[in-house]
């Protein structure tokens, strides 16, 4: 697995704005029983690159269940445009596309031999240590959000 930035993802020709992509490839035990990637695993890269995205914002953001606010999911919506099959090189893609007080739209697709062969996006909302109560998001994460991902308020 190899991680691409905004620049690296725009010379492979995919457009969107994508801000961070992994490389990757399909393997045995990603596949259903029709013998390709069963729709459960797009989920799964789809969080795979959503934390890999957090962890490397550098904003102080702690995902050990310590931190005094974190990101949960409050919904996930997934499309899936066309099958995958074994051995299939693909990129995981994500960016921020929406913006609110306390919530953000992180948006997910999965590239392979030049389609998008999935596409889906989450709704992320900062809540406090115990999950009872959403905050807003922290300013310096809104700022990379908008500068960065050219996030749109809402």
Not at 72 to 86: D, G, K, P
Request: charged fraction near 20%; charge should be negative; proline fraction near 2%.
């Amino acid at each position: 697995m190899k991680t691409l930035d905004k620049d690296e993802i725009a010379a492979l020709g995919i457009e969107g704005g994508w801000v961070l992509g992994l490389e990757d490839f399909v393997r045995y035990g990603d596949l259903d029983s029709n013998n390709h990637v069963n729709n459960k695993v797009y989920h799964a890269w789809f969080e795979n690159i959503r934390v890999l995205y957090l962890q490397g914002l550098g904003v102080g953001l702690v995902l050990d269940g310590k931190a005094a606010i974190k990101p949960v999911v409050r919904s996930a919506y997934m499309e899936f445009n066309a099958q995958m099959m074994i051995g299939e090189d693909y990129v995981s893609l994500c960016h921020v596309s929406k913006l609110g007080r306390s919530s953000y739209q992180m948006d997910f697709a999965v590239w392979c031999a030049g389609t998008f062969r999935a596409t889906g996006h989450v709704t992320m909302v900062m809540v406090n240590a115990t999950a009872t109560k959403s905050c807003p998001i922290p300013d310096d994460m809104r700022e990379i959000f908008v500068t960065r991902d050219g996030a749109k308020t809402r």
